[in-house]
């Protein structure tokens, strides 16, 4: 019921959006509008303690019923959002199919792949598990501090459509439809500002092949999502700079940006150098009535990530509850070119050994040249391996967009006498700036490539003016390679393969949950096997803060326990239950006992089961 109405609601909402605006644009518009109803929705309910499948169920029903009286209010016509379509179509057939080609790939894994992701197994899937028990997105005690603190939109449209499938692949699909609607953007984007079809097609093409969009949009990760919305608010810049007394473009900017931040904590970064291309830009046409959408901007955005931000401070004392460690110590310019230059070597992973020790080795003499240290700790986050060039992954943690990159610097190059002649150069160099804020700010480790992915996105508009500069030869030689080494994340996703012995059609859930970590299988299943003997209504959970959890929720969906954070240690723990008395403790840190029972709340509890880390303790019964 859930998924009908949400497809009501969607398609209505393009069809009265595609009135007046092309069918990218109204797309964008689509879901910018969709995710700010479903956080209005998601925060009524959880205020009403109801987020629960018959909540979800109340809020679509009302969005569908305001669709259907605008409906009823302007008879938007259908056929219009399909008019023109074909001829579109025609143009560059090779290109549309390899896109189709990606886009149905991409999509038949969301919907057959069940979520693996490590991020997903340890926060993002099991916020959703804790809102649902207990039927709010309130803060909860938690081994894991990021359930509670990072921006939670993303995982909001994981609830809304999990309760609507009740299957968890569909938690897959908020970032592919990220992903298409990123797609859109930059086809908008690249339209209104002059491009024609052949442009706008190469640019899309350029953000379709990148290793790691492709790689994510089957995953529960949210690196799509806060793309997709920083993606439209630039497209919304674009629009307000050509259109600067419109002021709905003011609105929709402030939209985007708000739930950019709402998503992922590196919105904040990314915002800055997009905001001052704004700014700059309004400054030639307002003046000082530019202080005018800077107000309802700010507004919108506090509005919409007020709440967040209220728990936060509460909670932990910070608004964003961003964590200190991964912040840059040292600042100025050689730790800039350190963080510039590792952050793009990083990208350049090739499948040869040999070349990846040349770059991991110039980069080192690059450094020496600096006088800066390549591991130095204060710019490298400490949990992290060293840094080297490692060999090419089709993995959604490591992957490499050597190609991309390569494009990218050109455009930057070539652009420099180009720059004003096209504003979508300027995406070239705004994704410069977002590098630089980046490198700045943040320490180096090595599952960057996954957060430079709004970076490369960024870029697309200029790439694709750069490509349709080549002759149409050239052109066509660097499509093919993006489109040929773009099948390789499309068919062999090291987490979700289509294909080989290990494809998701040739394995069912469980093999599929810990294909990143095979050798928790067993211990998982153990324990699930002795949580359903012994009967548990209730399971205390004493984990690590990055301690796979989501599979212990999954694995048990018939009896159902509930299952609530224990011996928490960060600042969550006066959240904790004290009268809890859970009927068993699971533990993968408490082994240091050496075995002897443990109290917990006035209750013994002696160990029944260990396999490495993970333990199980059952309470001493008193004959």
């Known amino acids: 019921m859930q998924l009908l109405l949400i497809l009501i609601s969607a398609l209505g909402t393009f069809v009265l959006m595609g009135q007046q605006a092309g069918r990218a644009l109204a797309l964008v518009r689509t879901l910018l509008l969709m995710s700010a109803f479903q956080l209005l929705g998601t925060e009524v309910l959880s205020r009403m303690h109801r987020i629960d499948a018959q909540g ?64 997903s197994m340890t926060y993002h899937l099991t916020r959703v598990q804790y809102w649902l028990q207990q039927g709010t997105v309130a803060p909860y005690a938690t081994n ?90 630039m497209l919304m810049v674009r629009l307000s700079i050509r259109e600067p007394k419109e002021q709905k473009w003011w609105w929709w900017l402030a939209l985007a940006v708000a739930l950019a931040l709402l998503s992922k904590g590196t919105a904040y970064l990314y915002v800055l150098p997009l ?59 050689r730790p800039l070119v350190s963080g510039v230059s590792k952050n793009l070597m990083m990208e350049m992973r090739t499948p040869l050994p040999p070349v990846n020790r040349a770059l991991t080795w110039g980069t080192s003499k690059w450094h020496g040249l600096w006088g800066i240290d390549l591991h130095d700790p204060r710019l490298n986050w400490g949990p992290s391996p060293a840094f080297e060039v490692g060999m090419y992954s089709p993995h959604e943690d490591y992957a490499g967009a050597p190609l991309h990159v390569l494009i990218w610097l050109l455009a930057l190059f070539y652009s420099i006498r180009k ?14 700036g ?29 790439a694709g003016l750069l490509l349709s500069e080549f002759s149409r030869r050239a052109a066509q030689v660097i499509l093919f390679l993006l489109i040929g080494t773009a099948m390789i994340p499309l068919w062999w996703n090291q987490s979700r393969p289509l294909i080989g012995k290990d494809s998701i059609f040739l394995h069912y859930s469980y093999p599929q949950y810990f294909k990143n970590n095979p050798d928790l299988q067993s211990t998982f299943l153990q324990l699930s096997g002795i949580i359903q003997r012994e009967q548990m209504q209730t399971v205390g959970l004493a984990l690590s803060g990055d301690a796979w959890e989501y599979p212990l929720w999954v694995m048990q969906e018939e009896s159902r326990p509930a299952m609530h954070a224990i011996m928490v240690e960060n600042a969550t723990q006066p959240l904790e239950n004290s009268r809890l008395r859970p009927d068993g403790i699971i533990s993968n840190r408490l082994h240091n006992n050496n075995g002897h029972p443990i109290s917990y709340h006035g209750v013994s509890y002696y160990l029944t089961y260990a396999n490495g880390d993970w333990e199980l303790y059952l309470p001493v019964t008193v004959p």
């Open 56 to 119: 979800i169920i109340i809020v679509w029903a009302i969005y569908t019923f305001f669709m259907l009286l605008l409906f009823m209010r302007y008879r938007p016509s259908v056929s219009r959002i399909w008019k023109g379509l074909v001829p579109v179509f025609q143009e560059q057939k090779a290109g549309w199919m390899a896109l189709a080609v990606i886009l149905a790939g991409t999509l038949l894994v969301a919907l057959v792949a069940h979520p693996n992701n490590w991020d």
């Open 144 to 233: 894991n501090i990021r359930q509670v603190t990072q921006p939670p939109l993303a995982e909001y449209w994981i609830l809304h459509l999990f309760t609507s499938f009740s299957r968890d692949q569909s938690a897959n699909m908020v970032q592919w439809i990220a992903f298409t609607g990123t797609l859109a953007a930059i086809w908008s984007l690249v339209r209104i500002d002059g491009g024609n079809t052949r442009t706008a097609l190469l640019a899309v093409l350029f953000a379709a092949t990148l290793p790691m969009a492709m790689l994510q949009s089957s995953s529960t990760q949210n690196d799509l999502v806060v793309a997709f919305f920083l993606m439209s608010a």
């Open 275 to 333: 905001l001052v291309y704004y700014a700059f830009n309004i400054w030639k046409n307002l003046k000082w009535k530019m202080v005018f959408p800077l107000l309802i901007g700010g507004c919108i955005v506090l509005l919409v990530n007020g709440v967040h931000w209220q728990r936060n401070y509460t909670l932990t004392g910070d608004f964003t509850g961003k964590d200190a460690t991964l912040q840059n110590e040292w600042y100025g310019v």
């Open 419 to 432: 720059y004003r002649q096209s504003p979508l150069w300027h995406t070239a160099w705004i994704a410069l």
């Open 434 to 462: 977002m590098l630089i804020v980046f490198a700045v700010l943040l320490k180096w480790q090595v599952w960057h490539n996954r957060l430079h992915l709004a970076i490369w996105l960024m870029a697309a508009p200029a």
